[in-house]
């Protein structure tokens, strides 16, 4: 016995050692664990953020298409009838048919669908808001001083009953009109 506590004895200081290497090695074993784990979760963070930026250049590109399909298709329409004086470029004609009258709110009615959608996309991105949006502004404003638009608006067959546009759109227009002092066709002065 005393033999085998002597020879314990002697290798006691190498398995120490031993246990040691192996508890170093598995330390270091947990740590290179551990770097790989937040290694991997810094790079799904920046898959997500590439993502996330990626989204957000699409829902620009996709709202920017959108609109500007929308008019170029409005605006190549309304080639065909100039005559309609719909914007204030155009000349404005003294009489209409019934049937151009008509026409006319037709492409009212789109035009400010676009507005609508314009209005609706510029949340999308800070892009948009800062850099479309005060365009689509502007040229929404200019229409709402055009007084067949102003008529448009008005006496809109899709409002109310037949569905009309989104409440906080026509809100916002109701707010335009009243900042920019945009007054109703049948009390403002004719304008030629």
């Known amino acids: 016995m005393d033999t085998l506590w002597s020879l314990f004895a002697v290798y006691w200081g190498d398995l120490v050692v031993y246990v ?36 957000r250049i699409d829902a620009y590109n996709d709202g920017y298409r959108s609109i500007n399909d929308k008019y170029f298709s409005l605006l190549t329409t309304l080639l065909q009838y100039p005559e ?12 209409m048919s019934s049937a151009d ?10 035009l400010t669908s676009i507005f609508e959608n314009a209005w609706v996309n510029r949340a999308r991105t800070t892009e948009i808001a800062d850099f479309q ?13 055009w007084p067949s638009y102003r008529e448009y608006i008005e006496t809109d067959p899709t409002s109310e009953e037949f ?12 707010e335009l009109m009243a900042k920019y002092q945009v007054v109703p066709v ?3 002065p004719e304008i030629r």
């Open 84 to 95: 309609l004086g719909v914007m204030p470029w155009m000349d404005t004609p003294d009489k």
């Open 101 to 110: 009258r008509a026409r006319r709110m037709l492409f009212y009615d789109m």
């Open 186 to 188: 049948k009390t403002a």
């Open 163 to 174: 569905g009309g546009y989104d409440r906080r759109f026509e809100n916002y227009l109701d």
């Open 20 to 55: 040691k290497a192996l508890l170093s090695l598995g330390a270091l074993g947990l740590l290179w664990e551990g770097f790989n784990w937040l290694r991997e979760r810094r790079k799904e963070a920046r898959e997500a953020a590439e993502a996330a930026e990626q989204a």
């Open 133 to 145: 949006w005060p365009g689509w502004e502007r040229f929404i404003i200019a229409m709402l001083r």
